[in-house]
């Protein structure tokens, strides 16, 4: 299984972007998806995470602001991410709990998408 993150670059103050992650393989299914993000020297801190019902959380400071969203069918993840400011811009990582035919479940990284927020 692997999970392939897109949609960074540079965004103007204020500014939307979509990142999305989709996972592909076969034989398997998904739990929580999740975005991370880790801005240079920085730990990495959970941004927003999503369960196979639609069940959200996120990190206070990207509330009101970010909304990620999943299909399912497509076995996708979104991060819509609007008003955005420069201490958003960071390296973007996507992550799920993943569990393949007759394995435990497992958690999938993405290989991370970046995007700066600049004028």
């Known amino acids: 299984v692997q999970l392939q993150a897109c949609g960074g670059g540079l965004v103007q103050p204020g500014g939307s972007l979509r990142l999305s992650c989709a996972a592909s393989?076969?034989?398997?299914?998904?739990?929580?998806m999740r975005w991370y993000r880790q801005a240079p020297g920085e730990q990495r801190e959970l941004v927003a995470s999503i369960n196979t019902g639609g069940r959200t959380n996120y990190a206070d400071s990207v509330k009101g602001r970010f909304a990620i969203s999943r299909d399912n069918a497509k076995n996708t993840v979104y991060l819509q991410m609007n008003s955005l400011k420069p201490e958003d811009t960071a390296v973007y990582y996507c992550?799920?709990?993943?569990?393949?035919?007759?394995?435990?479940?497992?958690?999938?990284w993405g290989q991370g998408t970046q995007f700066t927020v600049s004028s």
């Open positions: 393989g076969s034989g398997f299914r998904l739990d929580y």
């Open positions: 992550n799920a709990d993943v569990q393949q035919i007759n394995r435990q479940w497992e958690t999938y």
